[in-house]
């Protein structure tokens, strides 16, 4: 695939349209701002229309009214939920004209990307698909940017890339590294064709759950690590603790998160934000454990089977999000029936 690496970088301000404004969109609107480019603004909440707004974006009231507020050839970046993506295009599509460009910075699975570019190539528009990372700290920190579209018209939105991108200094210098001074060291990359960046964006988020799954599951060892003074009953249902001395720690977690940030080689900004949430909590008191997932996780699991790739760390991430929200109730409750069966063991209160 053809890659930015040769194309200069420009300053130039640009005019942006932005359709979706939670907690990602406001803040891509709001560091365009501050590199002074024109963000055009349009959600459903008009309330946060009127903020940015008052913060010198242009407010739309409709996305007829957006597109009315930008000069051909339009750009328009649509931030909003990988179930309505095809509606909203649905719905901007013919309010544009030949040479115009629809932007999906979502999560989307790079299937509809690749329909989605042969589609509006018909009406003579350009579609370009960016997985963007970097969260609610995106303002501040920046955010990663994996791109997938064709190369002259990536090329054209370079400004927008480079201005949301964290920048070279967001990361120490390989030494002798070739991709010195590219896009890539810049935070931003064209990763290829239609469907590229969100099938890249889908593997960095696949991988996201397995590290956090590791560090959820090896602070949770630590948390029991004080099982040998917990008394435990003695009956069939109930492995017995060989060596309880062995097991009687009493571990300061927020202090262990500490030090492991400073030369560890497992040290990481996920490291950095659950030492900042157990130095608020050690116990996490806030928190169910439900854990959520928007579809990422789901797709590479997918994309590993259709090519026969092993993947079983991301997948049992994956599978463990699941457990979290109660998806196994049933299957625990068949175990239950089945060890009662076979030998009449009573479940635990």
């Known amino acids: 695939s053809e890659t930015l690496h040769s194309i200069p970088v420009y300053n130039s301000a640009m005019q942006l349209g932005i359709i979706g404004l939670g907690r990602m969109g406001a803040n891509i609107a709001r560091r365009l701002l501050l590199q002074q480019h024109q963000p055009v603004v349009f959600d459903r909440d008009h309330d946060v229309v009127g903020t940015l707004s008052g913060e010198g974006a242009t407010g739309a009231a409709s996305l007829a009214e957006l597109v009315g507020a930008l000069t051909p050839p339009r750009a328009i970046w649509i931030m909003i939920p990988a179930g309505i993506v095809d509606s909203v295009i649905g719905d901007l599509a013919p309010l544009l004209h030949a040479g115009d460009t629809i932007i999906d910075g979502g999560n989307t699975l790079h299937h509809h990307d690749i329909r989605r570019a042969r589609e509006l190539s018909e009406r003579g528009l350009h579609y370009v698909d960016v ?68 099938f890249v964006k889908m593997v960095h988020n696949a991988i996201e759950y397995g590290l956090m799954a ?136």
């Open 131 to 198: 997985g963007t990372s970097g969260g609610v700290w995106g303002l501040d920190r920046g955010y990663c940017l994996m791109v997938g579209g064709e190369t002259a018209v990536v090329a054209n939105l370079e400004p927008i890339f480079r201005s949301l991108a964290p920048g070279a200094d967001a990361a120490l210098p390989l030494p002798d590294s070739p991709l010195a001074g590219t896009p890539a060291e810049f935070g931003y990359l064209h990763c290829g064709p239609a469907g590229a960046g969100h």
């Open 214 to 349: 590791a560090y959820a599951e090896g602070f949770n060892l630590l948390e029991h690590a004080n099982g040998g003074d917990e008394a435990r009953p003695i009956d069939a249902a109930t492995a017995p603790l060989d060596r309880p001395e062995h097991y009687r720690y009493q571990f300061d977690l927020p202090a262990i998160a500490e030090v492991w940030r400073r030369g560890s080689v497992i040290g990481s900004w996920l490291l950095d934000l659950t030492a900042a949430a157990l130095a608020r909590d050690a116990h996490l008191q806030q928190f169910e454990g439900r854990v959520g997932d928007s579809g990422e996780g789901r797709w590479t699991a997918h994309a590993a089977i259709d090519l026969g790739v092993p993947a079983p760390a991301l997948t049992a991430a994956l599978f463990q999000r699941f457990s979290s929200r109660g998806a196994d109730d049933f299957a625990n409750r068949l175990l239950s029936a089945m060890r009662f069966g076979f030998g009449g063991h009573v479940e635990q209160k």
